[in-house]
């Protein structure tokens, strides 16, 4: 632990976000398998509903920049073409 107040702050605040950061990205892990869980079950209109809430997921991502812009095109982008197979 830092001697300097400031420096102890700073920890208590990286800890915190660490943790946010953390379960953002489990949200984000979690809300992709569900996608394709649901493109794999062949149920379309719940698939359509998931991706909505993923593609959310994915823009906040890379809003808070826990995602880079070209993983969150890519993820958008498969998934989008998983959903769209379903007939």
Not at 37 to 48: D, F, Q
Not at 69 to 86: D, G
């Amino acid at each position: 632990m830092a001697n300097i107040k400031s420096q102890k702050k700073r920890a208590l605040t990286n800890a915190k976000k660490n943790l946010q950061n953390t379960a953002d990205r489990s949200r984000l892990k979690t809300a992709i398998k569900k996608v394709l869980t649901l493109v794999e079950s062949g149920n379309k209109e719940e698939a359509v509903k998931a991706y909505n809430e993923c593609s959310a997921l994915l823009d906040r991502a890379q809003g808070h920049n826990l995602k880079h812009k070209n993983y969150v095109a890519r993820e958008k982008s498969r998934l989008a073409k998983a959903v769209n197979t379903i007939k």
